[in-house]
């Protein structure tokens, strides 16, 4: 381990190393926070909910959106629910189980002592956002209701129907909304993060793009937190909103902020499948949707020649001839396995060509049993939402035949390396959500990413800036007019007249979706040292393609979407390499990274803990130039290392 | 399918606008109405570089803006008023949730952005929607310091009152409601807010002051006036009733009487 790499963890026992964190932490006086400013980049749950709270604690807080209101932000699209250790069904839940659940779930490839923090915060967000107004789903006693998530054999998911990410995040925009009008936070929208400031060594502001008028701006802070979420769109095709992007995580990592594990990606089961080459977005749906979805293909290929020729309809092959794979080959967890897990079995089926659209690309998610069980009203209750939404987009009903989905890129394990004070490798820069890496190890399990969002903003970093920011009051504000923040500004500037300066005739769009084929089929959900290494080469040669024939219409000073997306693709170049890279490394099979040299006989996933029980943190060491791998060995030292098994 | 696009064109907020029509062709029924909005950007870029396009006096303003993220209906950012709807023929979806198979092949579409006072254009199809935000911010929200709440399930909430509530909580503040209604009110969206958190225990401390501030935040900021047309619950793409209007005017009144 080098010694940037100090994860901070708390010495002593599982149970007492946050408390103890806490108690060493210094404390900023009222009167000092209001000499103090943070600027947060990003409103989704992190963002909006750290920005709320450190708002509400006395800083002056500035908040940075590139949608035209914090509530647009990519949470709100979660539908399926929070994972809190409530224990409300008795059925002997605990911080333990969330905990243990969470770091198996990730295929130990987390740390310990966070996730365990993680399960420790959990049960006081529901208690928050119950206070906020967010109307979860009840009981008829008006107790609090839950429902199960994959990969998990207690009851601890906190629902508002399907739409539970929107509803949390409401509940964090309306906590914003208050400290705005308070005067404590002040709100950006429909500005860009495009370089990161560092004077002597640390982060101090940001350069941003107002996106209506196009004029570059400096902000200067005492301390930054980057909140800005994943960088699934590097695939093109994916869950993520359209304009979600890694661009303000990679502008960090240029300037001195290490990368860890970049290649640990989750791929989504439960996915619309595509329709054909216009599409630009997947929709997902609720992996809710797998406590009472049966998954099948047809055990006969001749009745998946039938189908793909509409002569026959999935409901009418005869249940003998239907082949419950999950069921079949994970008995314990059934349809209720991970998600990586689901995917790749979903994947086999159709290389072995029980796909059952026209593209092949498709496997059943069949109600037909649980509405006999259940009845329609309560399917209706539990999933009403979905089957329209599913209906509005396929104009198929899935009250009269199963839903059709495939696997798609949904979110980003990996992201910016942060301590266990969720410091980056720069002094004065955080990385809170889905933009760090510290949670969820190989592959997160069904939600949990909001449960991190919310715990990292309301209850983590509120608390340890201040050990930072401690020894910071005695600083007079960051001055915008040095000579750091005119280069970096420069330098943007730069970048932009270059766009500009192309003139080729190739679209944004276009490029981008090239990327996402070389992404899809070398870094997806199989992947190989050939495949890997064909990557790298590809990914250069289509960004030498990118820098001579794109054409990005219109100018700066504008209100310009090309542009945005020009910007945002230059660093998904950067974050593609640097996925693949990471995954040549990483000669083993875990979570959502399955190399195809490391697999069982039965085709499962084989971990290697002798050698790659480590977080990857990558050093960017200039342009044109390998990144650095350094390594933070994994210790575990509290439960006991195993292979997942779902089976039993 | 093959479609002419009549489509509303303006530089910005200073300048004024006008209708430019484009013929577009081979888009599939599953496309979505974004998506089919996408392929004629690809377009029209391609036929700003064009030479021959632009000899025969093809005067692109190049491609065109509209708000959009999710496109799973959630985001409320998409905004398009098409053939003289918000959101376009379908009901109860927003724009990203609207496909090509709803409209005729070779129909002429026309397309706008959500007009309103309160609403300015930015570009092309999209509009400055900060108003409803300053509208949340005058009091869309229940005062709980983090980390001061008590147990979640302290505070019961019967069953149908968390429903109803999730019923105005499902507002993606979108702003059909105010495209749609010829006064240009924001009603709708206030009483969503102001309803959602009336229903609960939570939200009763504070529900007078509420009421009365969101709706005197909305008329300074140029909403009009509700006059109980209900165009604003047919256009809502999540399908919010005017039940919640009836809800927050007795807040308002209640609030009013006890001053």
Redesign the interface.
């Known amino acids: 381990m080098t010694d940037k790499l100090n994860s901070k963890i708390p010495e002593g026992p599982l149970a007492e190393k946050w408390t103890k964190r806490k108690s060493e932490i210094h404390l900023v006086s009222p009167n000092n926070k209001r000499k103090l400013e943070i600027i947060v980049v990003g409103t989704g749950l992190g963002g909006a909910?750290a920005a709320?709270?450190l708002g509400?604690l006395g800083y002056n807080v500035k908040i940075f959106c590139i949608?035209?209101?914090?509530?647009?932000a990519?949470s709100?699209?979660a539908q399926g629910g929070i994972n809190a250790a409530?224990n409300?069904q008795n059925d002997n839940d605990s911080v333990y189980r969330l905990f243990y659940d969470t770091i198996k779930g990730g295929d130990y490839r987390s740390r310990e002592a966070n996730v365990y923090r993680l399960a420790e915060v959990s049960a006081?967000i529901?208690?928050?956002?119950?206070?906020?107004?967010?109307?979860?789903?009840?009981?008829?006693?008006?107790?609090?209701a839950n429902r199960s998530f994959g990969g998990v054999q207690v009851s601890r998911t906190f629902y508002?129907?399907g739409?539970t990410g929107?509803?949390l995040l409401?509940g964090a925009?309306?906590?914003l909304?208050?400290q705005?009008?308070a005067g404590t936070v002040k709100?950006y929208?429909r500005h860009e993060m495009l370089d990161l400031v560092i004077v002597n060594g640390q982060a101090k502001g940001i350069i941003a793009r107002n996106l209506?008028t196009g004029q570059l701006e400096r902000f200067g802070a005492h301390a930054v937190v980057i909140a800005t979420g994943g960088y699934g769109n590097t695939y093109f095709l994916s869950t993520n909103?359209?304009?979600s992007n890694g661009s303000a995580a990679l502008q960090c990592y240029k300037k001195g902020a290490f990368f860890a594990n970049p290649c640990f990606a989750q791929i989504h089961p439960t996915c619309i499948p595509v329709?054909?080459e216009?599409?630009?977005?997947l929709?997902?749906m609720s992996e809710s949707l797998r406590n009472d979805g049966r998954i099948w293909v047809p055990k006969k290929l001749e009745d998946v020649e039938k189908l793909r020729k509409h002569q026959i309809k999935a409901s009418q092959i005869p249940e003998e001839d239907r082949d419950y794979y999950l069921e079949r080959r994970y008995p314990a967890f059934g349809n209720l396995v991970p998600r990586d897990v689901a995917s790749r079995a979903a994947k086999e089926r159709c290389d072995a060509g029980f796909g059952v659209n026209e593209t092949g690309k498709a496997v059943f998610l069949d109600f037909a049993d649980a509405i006999k069980r259940l009845g329609h009203q309560r399917v209706a209750e539990r999933y009403g939402n979905l089957f329209e939404?599913y209906e509005?987009?396929?104009?198929s009903s899935p009250w009269e035949e199963p839903m059709m989905i495939y696997p798609a890129i949904h979110y980003t394990m990996g992201g910016i390396w942060v301590d266990y004070d969720l410091q980056t490798t720069v002094p004065g820069l955080y990385a809170i959500g889905e933009a760090n890496f510290s949670d969820h190890g190989g592959n997160r399990l069904g939600a949990s990413a909001l449960m991190q969002g919310l715990a990292d903003g309301?209850?983590i970093l509120?608390v340890t800036i201040g050990d930072y920011l401690s020894k910071k009051f005695a600083e007079p504000k960051t001055d915008v007019d040095t000579k750091e923040f005119i280069e970096a500004e420069k330098a943007v500037q730069a970048r932009i007249d270059r766009l500009f300066a192309i003139?080729?005739?190739k679209?944004v769009?276009?490029i981008h979706k090239e990327l996402g084929h070389i992404m899809w089929n070398n870094v997806g959900m199989a992947r190989d040292k050939k495949g890997l290494t064909e990557a790298i080469k590809q990914i250069a040669e289509l960004r030498k393609d990118f820098y001579e024939n794109v054409?990005v219409?219109?100018s700066q000073f504008?209100?310009?979407?090309?542009l945005e997306k020009a910007l945002r693709l230059e660093d998904f170049f950067e974050i593609g390499d640097l996925m693949a890279r990471d995954a040549l490394q990483r000669e083993e099979s875990c979570g959502g990274h399955f190399r195809v040299e490391s697999q069982t006989e039965e085709g499962e996933a084989k971990r290697d803990d002798e050698h790659f029980m480590y977080v990857a943190a990558w050093e960017y060491k200039g342009e044109g130039k390998e990144p650095e791998l350094h390594k933070e060995p994994l210790k575990y030292e509290f439960i006991k290392v195993a292979t997942r098994n779902y089976k039993d | 399918m093959e479609f002419n696009l009549k489509i509303w064109r303006q530089?910005?907020a200073k300048t004024k606008g006008h209708f430019e029509t484009y013929h577009i062709s081979g888009?599939?029924e599953?496309?979505s109405f974004l998506?089919m909005l996408?392929?004629l950007?690809?377009q029209l870029?391609?036929e700003?570089?064009d030479p021959v396009a632009v000899e025969r006096g093809c005067q692109s303003s190049?491609?065109v803006?509209f708000?959009?993220?999710?496109?799973?209906?959630?985001?409320?950012?998409c905004s398009l008023y098409i053939d003289g709807r918000a959101h376009g023929p379908?009901d109860h979806?927003t724009t990203c949730?609207l496909?090509m198979?709803h409209f005729k092949d070779g129909a002429t579409i026309t397309v706008e952005p959500f007009r309103s006072a309160a609403f300015p254009v930015?570009?092309d199809l999209?509009v400055?929607?900060?108003a409803?935000?300053k509208i949340?911010?005058?009091g869309?929200?229940?005062?709980?310091?983090?980390?001061?709440?008590?147990?979640?399930?302290n505070?019961?909430?019967?069953?149908d009152k968390?429903?109803e509530?999730?019923d105005a909580?499902?507002c993606?503040?979108c702003g059909a409601c105010v495209a749609t209604c010829k006064n240009g009110s924001a009603m709708l969206f206030v009483a969503a807010r102001v309803s959602?958190?009336a229903l609960?225990p939570?939200?009763r401390p504070e529900a007078k002051q509420r009421a009365k501030a969101m709706v005197a935040k909305m008329d300074e900021l140029g909403f009009g006036n509700c006059t109980n047309t209900r165009a604003c619950e047919m256009e809502c793409p999540k399908g919010i009733t005017v039940a919640h209007i009836a809800r927050l005017n007795r807040e308002f009144l209640k609030a009013k009487f006890s001053d």
């Open positions: 909910s709320a709270s509400e949608s035209d209101s914090p509530r647009r990519h709100i699209a409530k409300y006081a529901i208690d928050q956002c119950v206070a906020q107004g967010i109307p979860f789903a009840r009981e008829y006693g008006g107790y609090l508002a129907r739409q929107q509803q409401l925009y309306a906590a909304n208050r705005i009008a709100s929208p209506v909103a359209m304009n329709h054909g216009q599409q630009c977005k929709t997902l939404m509005k987009i396929t104009a309301y209850f509120p003139k080729g005739k679209t769009d276009s054409n219409p219109g504008e209100f310009n979407q090309e | 530089k910005n888009i599939e599953d496309a998506e996408d392929i950007n690809e870029i391609r700003g570089t190049g491609p803006s708000d959009h993220d999710c496109r799973e209906g959630i985001c409320g950012a379908d979806v949730q496909f198979r930015i570009k999209v400055d929607r900060t409803f935000d949340l911010q005058a869309g929200f229940i005062s709980v310091r983090t980390g001061s709440a008590q147990d979640a399930n505070i019961l909430i019967p069953h968390a429903e509530s999730m909580a499902a993606v503040g959602s958190l609960l939570q939200g």
